[in-house]
């Protein structure tokens, strides 16, 4: 049962280019989430989405794009990396049902230079 | 002002003791309450899920809510050192299974020494 796992792990980019993070669960929930940490400001909401094909902005969703094609994948992309997008991001997922809260992937430790 | 309010810590307590963690919210349409462990370099887990006001223990941790002062605890008794790590308040206003979203504290650093 491998949940929700996210990739890459850790990445190092530009400034200006553009990078894709992976998320993929196997839980077939409904609802999945990308988040940011970052040191002071706790978790921060960028996207969700309530089902395939079916996104919504966060918080903090300035420069950043998601799609939803599959039930079970969520890619985040950066368009055009800034140095403030240096984070870490984690993907949840939640299923519909009573009183699911949120399942968190492993996380993807980004840097951009 | 933020939302939910979480002192960072660090908190370093001797192994056995009681840990007390808090958070301080202002949105008074929360109903929901949870508590999240994160480890370091590792994705938050829930430890604790509570609806409205009042108590509930699951081993060594209790969760609090009291709706009134809009403060709520997590105990932990008998602390041991695995429980070290960063714990989250989380909050929302209706079931997370219906795509409400969640507001996070800003996370407390625990460590329990030996």
């Known amino acids: 049962d491998a949940g929700i796992t996210q990739s890459p792990r850790y990445k190092i980019t530009e400034t200006g280019r553009q990078v894709t993070l992976m998320c993929h669960q196997t839980w077939s929930h409904s609802y999945m989430f990308w988040y940011r940490q970052d040191l002071g400001h706790g978790l921060r909401l960028i996207y969700y989405?309530?089902?395939?094909?079916?996104?919504d902005k966060g918080e903090v969703s300035d420069g950043y794009v998601v799609s939803r094609s599959k039930t079970e994948n969520f890619p985040l992309t950066l368009e055009s990396a800034t140095r403030s997008q240096t984070s870490v991001y984690f993907c949840?997922?939640?299923?519909?049902?009573?009183?699911?809260?949120?399942?968190f992937g492993p996380g993807t430790r980004l840097l951009v230079l | 002002q933020k939302e939910v309010e979480q002192d960072p810590g660090p908190l370093s307590v001797p192994e056995g003791a009681i840990v007390s963690l808090n958070c301080t919210y202002s949105?008074?349409?929360?109903?929901?309450f949870m508590w999240y462990r994160q480890y370091s370099r590792k994705g938050p887990e829930l430890l604790m899920y509570t609806y409205s006001s009042g108590n509930k223990e699951d081993g060594r941790f209790t969760a609090q809510v009291d709706k009134s002062s809009k403060y709520i605890s997590l105990f932990i008794r008998d602390s041991q050192p695995s429980d070290s790590a960063t714990y989250l308040c989380?909050?929302?206003?209706?079931?997370?299974?219906?795509?409400?979203?969640?507001?996070f504290g800003t996370g407390t650093q625990l460590k329990v020494e030996l």
């Open positions: 949840a997922s939640s299923s519909l049902a009573g009183r699911e809260t949120q399942y």
């Open positions: 949105n008074s349409a929360f109903q929901y």
């Open positions: 989380a909050m929302s206003e209706g079931l997370t299974g219906g795509g409400n979203k969640l507001t």
């Open positions: 989405s309530a089902a395939a094909d079916i996104t």
